[in-house]
T-cell receptor, first 113, second 115 residues
Framework: AQSVTQPDIHITVSEGASLELRCNYSYGATPYLFWYVQSPGQGLQLLLK??????LVQGIKGFEAEFKRSQSSFNLRKPSVHWSDAAEYFCAVGASGTYKYIFGTGTRLKVLA | EAGVVQSPRYKIIEKKQPVAFWCNPI?????LYWYLQNLGQGPELLIRYENEEAVDDSQLPKDRFSAERLKGVDSTLKIQPAELGDSAVYLCASSPGDGINEKLFFGSGTQLSVL
């Protein structure tokens, strides 16, 4: 069965520091992978997605993620965090041939000024 | 372009009362989803529509939950009667197509509190 694990419930970083949010998935074939961000009181917004090809994908707001098949991971990174990046981040996996997205439990990011 | 619109934004009811949530997807989006988001959890699919047809409602607790999408546009999700455990955020999302590679556009959600 598909599953997504986000091992970090909370992460705190200083503004300007680099960021890496972890995501591990379980799926038998090549998954479709997504990162969404949810700001307080807002719906989820897609940051980036991976289906195939280059394993390093660029997204909006300066985010990038790298797909590593050997580690079943799809970690989200940003070289320099801004205070406005404080939000909750969800990793999701979708199985090709279905319409089901499985979301992780999320990582809440706090940014210190 | 207007986004996915949900109302109400907040709802507080007593247990055993009925409640309804409304969603207006982005114009032209044929696929509509209702997700449940419990506190500290990721969204979980309740039901997916392709136009007016519910194509996946396997996760919808049909004893108390119902949904409809008349004319394949707006959708309503209803709970009757509500239970304490239904307190959560109910998210509506839409996408232009029905593939797993489609980007989902989410509304701001309805936060339900059952007392």
């Amino acid at each position: 069965a598909q599953s997504v694990t986000q091992p970090d419930i909370h992460i705190t970083v200083s503004e300007g520091a680099s960021l890496e949010l972890r995501c591990n998935y379980s799926y038998g074939a090549t998954p479709y992978l997504f990162w969404y961000v949810q700001s307080p009181g807002q719906g989820l917004q897609l940051l980036l997605k991976y289906f195939s090809g280059d394993t390093l994908v660029q997204g909006i707001k300066g985010f990038e993620a790298e797909f590593k098949r050997s580690q079943s991971s799809f970690n989200l990174r940003k070289p320099s965090v801004h205070w406005s990046d404080a939000a909750e981040y969800f990793c999701a996996v979708g199985a090709s041939g279905t319409y089901k997205y499985i979301f992780g439990t999320g990582t809440r990011l706090k940014v210190l000024a | 372009e207007a986004g996915v619109v949900q109302s109400p934004r907040y709802k507080i009811i007593e247990k055993k009362q009925p409640v309804a949530f409304w969603c207006n997807p982005i114009s032209g989006h044929n696929t509509l989803y209702w997700y449940l988001q419990n506190l500290g959890q990721g969204p979980e699919l309740l039901i997916r529509y392709e136009n007016e047809e519910a194509v996946d409602d396997s996760q919808l607790p049909k004893d108390r939950f119902s949904a409809e999408r008349l004319k394949g546009v707006d959708s309503t999700l209803k709970i009757q009667p509500a239970e304490l455990g239904d307190s959560a955020v109910y998210l509506c999302a839409s996408s232009p197509g029905d593939g797993i590679n489609e980007k989902l556009f989410f509304g701001s959600g309805t936060q339900l509190s059952v007392l």
